[in-house]
């Protein structure tokens, strides 16, 4: 591993420590109360699912049309990594929802594309573990599809009839919540790229792996 | 998995702490009250916060449970791409060992 892993590890760990209480101090919003407190979770999470897509969408371009493997491997990591940070975005909105809107779900346009997003990476994943020969481009095409769908759920809110939060509800926030919730989404960027980096050393191994056993079969 | 579920409580604790203190996460509400009147008849909006304690929502299990997953997925995500890491790399010393020995086993 790279020789600032381990230091960016620690201080990765140390600010995500911190993260409950920094957001314990900050006040509770006026409407939704204590519950709206998910939401410096739920963004920051929601922005790492949709940067992942995008990260695997652009490898799996550059894989497609220039062949590296190397950024194979980068848009396998990604995928794994958007299905987690969807997963966390999945869960924990619809636990906000429940109190803020009376409903866990509705079918409304930013829901339900980051739903299918999600499912998107999930296909991915599915396609090269039991795709066989050849799944490695057939998933690529998919991560492509993957990353059309974000600026679609990015803008969703603004051009849909939507009871979800506008994006222009994040520049508007009272200077503690802003802070509060930056300091969250700098915490999950850093968890990002810490996780990125070590799933993509999980392909470099295995491809050493691959190479070794073909050298012992030469 | 057991030090994953504690660290996910001992992280949530802050959160919901302050709540606590206020009395305002609707925890044990329903215990110390004494059987409330019937509602009365309403044919007008009113807000969920001016709704009777029994008819609110309480917000504390869904924000612990909200912070408890995120915790727990983050860790055994972790855990999961550690022990893979670990593992491919065992391998890849065996094999390496074995090619600089001369053998396959």
């Given at each position: ?88 975005t999945l869960v924990t909105g619809p636990l ?73 509800v994040v520049p508007t926030l009272p200077a ?43 | ?105």
């Amino acid at each position: 591993m790279p020789k600032w892993f381990m230091p960016f590890a620690g201080l990765t760990a140390v600010m995500f420590a911190a993260s409950p209480f920094v957001i314990a101090s900050v006040r509770y919003e006026s409407t939704m109360g204590l519950v709206q407190k998910i939401f410096y979770y739920h963004m920051p999470s929601a922005s790492m699912f949709l940067l992942s897509a995008v990260v695997c969408g652009l490898a799996s371009a550059r894989y497609l049309f220039k062949g590296s493997p190397r950024q194979d491997r980068l848009a396998y990591a990604a995928a794994e990594l958007t299905v987690l940070f969807g997963a966390i975005t999945l869960v924990t909105g619809p636990l906000w929802a429940r109190k803020a809107w009376g409903v866990w779900w509705t079918w409304d346009v930013r829901l339900t594309a980051s739903l299918m997003g999600w499912m998107v990476a999930w296909a991915y994943l599915l396609v090269r573990k039991y795709g066989g020969p050849g799944s490695d481009k057939l998933a690529a095409g998919l991560a492509l599809f993957g990353m059309a769908n974000v600026p679609f759920v990015y803008i969703s809110v603004n051009y849909w009839r939507t009871i979800h939060p506008k994006t222009s509800v994040v520049p508007t926030l009272p200077a503690d919540m802003g802070m509060a919730l930056w300091f969250s989404f700098v915490c999950f960027l850093m968890l990002f790229t810490l996780l990125l980096r070590l799933r993509v050393r999980l392909e470099e191994q295995r491809a050493k792996l691959d190479a070794l056993y073909l050298s012992l079969d030469e | 998995m057991r030090v994953a579920v504690l660290l996910a409580l001992l992280f949530t604790t802050p959160l919901i702490a302050p709540a606590f203190a206020a009395g305002s996460t609707g925890f044990g509400v329903a215990g110390q009250q004494q059987q409330p009147e019937p509602p009365k008849p309403t044919d007008e909006f009113v807000p969920i916060s001016q709704l009777p304690a029994q008819d609110q929502l309480p917000a504390a299990p869904l924000l612990v449970t909200a912070y408890a997953f995120v915790w727990l997925a983050l860790f055994g995500y972790l855990v999961s791409v550690s022990r893979r890491l670990s593992k491919v790399q065992r391998e890849v010393e065996r094999l390496e060992s074995d090619i600089a020995k001369g053998t396959r086993t």
